[in-house]
């Protein structure tokens, strides 16, 4: 391939690493600025001159909006800089495709960009492709740049692409010997408001929030995200029912707040693919401990929000009732992520070890 005719491998080979990195760092930053749910991934890119220096920054403000490689090409017009000879650094692979907007990588080499570098592969099959016809058109492509950085943001809509079923989060909120709720079903509540306050943020966050219909009958919760002064965030997650009895009519899910989805079905794989068909790429699980053991025992928590609250209640529901460990090396076992502190109460964030097939596993015995 005749690089010299388009004059551009010359200006890419002048952008250092570090510079590239530092912009990719920078990129990862504006694309968390996006919001985390919407069908569509959070993608941030930031155009280098020659000699390493910004041009111009853009990220994807969610479904419908400009993609981040066009806003920054755009942001650089306005400017009145000449995005031809620059470096685009961009978090996730420009995609190749019409879906609201036009093909990303096409604007890119209109742009009479030099080089391209992506921290990862674009899975999505309809998508896919950007690297290869930027290469096509004689720019140099580089794939991987903080990687894993770029992975980890975009852990729910990867895995949702990937495997066409939602990135699954169970929440629980117990007492410190693991209760969800006293003898006689009470629950509100167990843990403080600053944990209650930061749920509701992730609730914020997701595409859509299961209960089961236990919990339905016996809380009547709204499954809104609030805000501390008990409005509601701008974006409310779809509201997901599984089970077979009904709704009632007079429910606050029925109320102000997302969408309402009822499920009638125990088959959590029929639950998880309705889910994906409909472009929800993170699940929030909110109990109670019948749809919570249930999907363990299927395999199909991703993640684990423990709010652990120092409260001592003896007796009650567990967060989880059993689901086949008869002894300690066949504990369901995860890896903590991180511990944070809320008030009184502690969050313990953590995950199952992937498997080859994408979906988490318990581990082998000799991994415990
Ligand atoms: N502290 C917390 O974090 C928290 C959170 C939520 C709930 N809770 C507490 O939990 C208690 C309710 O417990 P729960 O276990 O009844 O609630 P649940 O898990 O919300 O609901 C259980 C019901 O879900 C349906 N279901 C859906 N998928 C199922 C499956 N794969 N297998 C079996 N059943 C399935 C069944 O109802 P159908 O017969 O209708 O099919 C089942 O009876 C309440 O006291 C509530 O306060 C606490």
């Given at each position: 391939?005749?690089?010299?005719?388009?004059?551009?491998?010359?200006?890419?080979?002048?952008?250092?690493?570090?510079?590239?990195?530092?912009?990719?760092?920078?990129?990862?930053?504006?694309?968390?600025?996006?919001?985390?749910?919407?069908?569509?991934?959070?993608?941030?890119?930031?155009?280098?001159?020659?000699?390493?220096?910004?041009?111009?920054?853009?990220?994807?403000?969610?479904?419908?909006?400009?993609?981040?490689?066009?806003?920054?090409?755009?942001?650089?017009?306005?400017?009145?800089?000449?995005?031809?000879?620059?470096?685009?650094?961009?978090?996730?692979?420009?995609?190749?495709?019409?879906?609201?907007?036009?093909?990303?990588?096409?604007?890119?080499?209109?742009?009479?960009?030099?080089?391209?570098?992506?921290?990862?592969?674009?899975?999505?099959?309809?998508?896919?492709?950007?690297?290869?016809?930027?290469?096509?058109?004689?720019?140099?492509?580089?794939?991987?740049?903080?990687?894993?950085?770029?992975?980890?943001?975009?852990?729910?809509?990867?895995?949702?692409?990937?495997?066409?079923?939602?990135?699954?989060?169970?929440?629980?909120?117990?007492?410190?010997?693991?209760?969800?709720?006293?003898?006689?079903?009470?629950?509100?509540?167990?843990?403080?408001?600053?944990?209650?306050?930061?749920?509701?943020?992730?609730?914020?966050?997701?595409?859509?929030?299961?209960?089961?219909?236990?919990?339905?009958?016996?809380?009547?919760?709204?499954?809104?995200?609030?805000?501390?002064?008990?409005g509601l965030f701008e974006h409310q997650p779809l509201r997901v029912v599984v089970g077979t009895r009904a709704v009632p009519d007079g429910a606050r899910l029925r109320g102000p707040g997302g969408p309402l989805l009822h499920l009638p079905t125990h088959d959590l794989d029929e639950v998880l693919r309705t889910l994906g068909e409909r472009e929800v790429r993170h699940l929030?699980?909110?109990?109670?401990?019948?749809?919570?053991?249930?999907?363990?025992?299927?395999?199909?928590?991703?993640?684990?929000?423990?709010?652990?609250?120092?409260?001592?209640?003896?007796?009650?529901?567990?967060?989880?009732?059993?689901?086949?460990?008869?002894?300690?090396?066949?504990?369901?076992?995860?890896a903590t992520r991180s511990v944070t502190r809320l008030g009184d109460d502690v969050l313990l964030v953590a995950r199952r070890a992937p498997t080859q097939n994408g979906r988490p596993a318990r581990p082998t015995k000799e991994e415990i």
């Amino acid at each position: 391939m005749d690089h010299t005719e388009t004059g551009r491998r010359s200006d890419a080979r002048t952008v250092g690493v570090q510079a590239v990195e530092d912009a990719m760092r920078r990129a990862l930053e504006l694309a968390a600025e996006g919001p985390a749910h919407g069908p569509n991934p959070r993608v941030g890119c930031v155009l280098l001159d020659p000699a390493g220096r910004t041009v111009a920054e853009g990220f994807h403000r969610g479904a419908g909006t400009p993609h981040a490689e066009a806003a920054a090409l755009a942001a650089a017009r306005a400017a009145g800089a000449d995005p031809r000879g620059t470096t685009a650094v961009v978090t996730l692979e420009p995609c190749a495709h019409h879906g609201r907007t036009g093909p990303c990588a096409d604007a890119l080499i209109e742009a009479g960009v030099a080089a391209v570098h992506v921290a990862v592969a674009d899975p999505n099959p309809v998508a896919t492709g950007g690297a290869d016809r930027l290469r096509a058109a004689g720019i140099e492509v580089t794939t991987g740049t903080l990687a894993e950085e770029g992975e980890e943001l975009l852990r729910p809509w990867l895995h949702a692409v990937r495997t066409g079923r939602p990135w699954v989060t169970l929440k629980l909120a117990t007492s410190l010997d693991g209760r969800v709720a006293a003898p006689d079903g009470t629950s509100r509540w167990i843990t403080g408001s600053a944990a209650r306050a930061h749920a509701h943020r992730v609730r914020a966050q997701v595409d859509a929030i299961a209960v089961g219909s236990g919990t339905v009958l016996t809380d009547d919760p709204s499954l809104t995200a609030r805000t501390l002064d008990g409005g509601l965030f701008e974006h409310q997650p779809l509201r997901v029912v599984v089970g077979t009895r009904a709704v009632p009519d007079g429910a606050r899910l029925r109320g102000p707040g997302g969408p309402l989805l009822h499920l009638p079905t125990h088959d959590l794989d029929e639950v998880l693919r309705t889910l994906g068909e409909r472009e929800v790429r993170h699940l929030l699980v909110e109990g109670g401990p019948t749809l919570a053991t249930a999907l363990l025992a299927a395999y199909a928590v991703d993640e684990l929000h423990a709010y652990v609250a120092p409260v001592l209640l003896g007796a009650g529901a567990s967060a989880v009732a059993p689901f086949g460990v008869t002894t300690i090396g066949e504990a369901a076992r995860l890896a903590t992520r991180s511990v944070t502190r809320l008030g009184d109460d502690v969050l313990l964030v953590a995950r199952r070890a992937p498997t080859q097939n994408g979906r988490p596993a318990r581990p082998t015995k000799e991994e415990i």
